[in-house]
């Protein structure tokens, strides 16, 4: 069918419904409606009142009308940011930092809405405070922050207020006044490691913090702050220090031990560290903190006497049928328990590790036969002889030496067996994990580096925001875990990324809407008890010199009563 024109002799045009078909292998023309003169129609604007009425009931042309006076601009970043607003709001968090924000009544700058900005944008896009100054805060749906971008010195501004409050930060999150569940169960454990943090920087000179030191990130080029962070049993910071970057592992578990005790007034607890913290001294400032203790051991540091104990498989016990994992408990002189473990997989680890670098040294030794190619190789010279002149050549006994260690591993507590097993024991210090995890995360997902700040207050104030980013994560993933979620956090985030706040501008109105929500991000709100924003989430009437007055239809959940600290 078609819409058609036709003139009579007199030159007054109809307007006429036709319809088109074949007879006989010919094509015809059949008149359906004649609408009547085609001037008269235009005149009275009956024309006009057919097309409306037929357009009601075309679907294509309903959408094309509309989009007229429809405008979407651009979709802004609703998920990650709900989701951490509201974990921090559950937490406490902003409560804390309005009470924060209230010691200082003639500070002229959304401090509060800076700081939960700063910590959202890890979610969603880790940038310098320059890029979401510029770029990633108008990008977030506004009903989250509730202020425009402030000016990029208000940023700096906000990081050295928040540096004023670290301590009242670090007392509110990780020990809550003594009231953390963590310290009110029988036995209470935290774990304890170090990483490093590098800048893109080799200046050394300013400030106590940034120094070149041993990089675990293997970045010597650059200067670094050590960090030794504190978590417990899921993973959820307790405490933190910053160290500087040329700063000794054995020498930070003193510092750690004493913030334990006297900042964050934690007394029962068992320190569980890895074996490159402990050292004598180390040893006694636990035993006489009367804290608890579970510390990996150097073994082949130890006498020949001792060792001898050590390699006498004999007096193991088996752990499985096979005899495959073998555990030993002795006794040493200062009363604490040595956990001694042997396990067929960790022997074959140990040799296969042991086989790699002796074939690189025998390649070495078939280009040079002087020594100067393995002074520099630490990992070499236990399995060489003849480094200090003359030709080098394995060392067959050292290697024979080496052969019988494998395998071998020890664990230092002084907790008494009534409260850990021998096998218990053990198995706490493997769940050191927990710690790299968290590192994993600091320095993965979160980006904590590299970092670009140059004062030590900045610097602080960086890691402190890091971490306050990574203490809402742990808490999440926690309560994901213990919901038995199918997905990990990592999977819940990276779903959130796309739930987009859209504005939709229809005629001098703005409407805010959601887009879909549904599998990981659902069901991750669901075992979160978070409420899903609804669809519509909030209308704006524009008056036209584009001023905005608001009439909320349903703006994103406050919730009833957020947790104190």
Not at 28 to 45: I, Y
Not at 74 to 87: C, D, K, N, P, T
Not at 284 to 308: C, F, N, V
Not at 433 to 442: H, P
Request: aromatic content about 8%; glycine content about 6%.
């Amino acid at each position: 069918m078609y819409v058609r024109v036709v003139g009579n002799e007199q030159g007054r045009r109809y307007l006429q419904i036709v319809r088109s078909y074949r007879d006989a292998g010919k094509v015809k023309c059949e008149v359906l409606f004649t609408f009547g003169r085609l001037d008269v129609l235009q005149a009275t604007g009956q024309l006009d009142s057919i097309v409306e009425a037929l357009a009601r009931h075309c679907t294509r042309q309903k959408f094309i009308d509309l989009s007229k006076d429809v405008s979407v601009d651009q979709v802004y970043h609703l998920g990650a940011a709900y989701v951490v607003s509201r974990m921090m709001d559950k937490l406490g968090l902003k409560r804390l930092l309005e009470r924060l924000a209230a010691k200082h009544p003639t500070m002229e700058l959304p401090w509060v809405a800076i700081i939960t900005g700063m910590i959202l944008s890890r979610f969603i896009e880790p940038c310098s405070k320059r890029r979401l100054n510029q770029d990633q805060w108008e990008r977030i749906y506004p009903g989250i922050l509730e202020t425009p971008a402030p000016p990029l010195k208000s940023f700096y501004r906000a990081m050295d207020t928040l540096w004023e409050h670290k301590d009242d930060i670090e007392m509110a999150l990780f020990d809550k006044s003594g009231q953390r569940d963590l310290f009110n169960q029988d036995l209470d454990l935290v774990f304890y490691d170090l990483t490093t943090l590098y800048f893109e920087s080799a200046n050394a000179q300013d400030g106590d913090l940034r120094r070149f030191g041993y990089s675990k990130e293997h970045r010597s080029d650059c200067t670094q702050v050590v960090l030794g962070l504190l978590v417990d049993k899921d993973g959820v910071p307790v405490g933190y220090q910053l160290f500087p970057g040329n700063t000794g592992e054995a020498t930070t578990l003193a510092p750690i031990v004493v913030k334990l005790k006297t900042k964050y007034h934690i007394q029962n607890v068992v320190m569980v560290a890895d074996r490159g913290l402990i050292s004598e001294k180390n040893v006694e400032e636990l035993r006489q903190s009367g804290m608890g203790y579970i510390l990996g051991k150097r073994l082949w540091t130890m006498s020949e006497a001792e060792q001898a104990v050590v390699l006498d498989k004999s007096k193991y016990r088996a752990l499985d049928d096979k005899g495959e994992v073998l555990i030993r408990e002795v006794l040493t002189p200062e009363g604490d328990r040595l956990i001694l473990t042997w396990s067929k997989t960790r022997a074959e680890r140990d040799a296969k590790l042991r086989n790699a670098v002796l074939d690189r040294i025998r390649t070495q030794i078939k280009k040079t036969t002087t020594a100067k190619r393995f002074v520099t190789h630490k990992g070499y010279r236990q399995y060489l002889k003849g480094l200090d002149g003359g030709s080098p050549k394995l060392d067959l006994q050292a290697i024979a030496q080496s052969e019988k260690r494998d395998g071998f591993f020890g664990v230092l507590t002084g907790v008494s067996p009534e409260l850990l097993k021998a096998e218990e024991v053990f198995d706490r210090y493997r769940d050191l994990w927990r710690v790299e995890d968290a590192f994993g995360e600091i320095k993965g997902p979160l980006e904590t580096r590299p970092m670009f700040h140059w004062v030590d207050r900045r610097i602080q104030s960086h890691v402190l925001l890091c971490l306050l980013a990574y203490y809402v994560e742990a808490v999440i993933t926690r309560d994901l875990r213990k919901a038995k979620a199918s997905f990990t956090t990592g999977e819940f985030f990276r779903a959130l990324n796309h739930v987009y706040a859209i504005p939709v501008d229809v005629r001098g109105s703005r409407a805010w809407v959601r887009s879909e929500v549904r599998g990981i991000p659902q069901d991750g709100c669901t075992l979160l008890h978070l409420k899903i924003p609804e669809r519509v989430l909030k209308i704006e009437k524009r008056d036209s010199d584009e001023s905005v007055v608001t009439r909320i239809l349903g703006d994103i959940p406050k919730p009833a009563e957020a947790q104190s600290f």
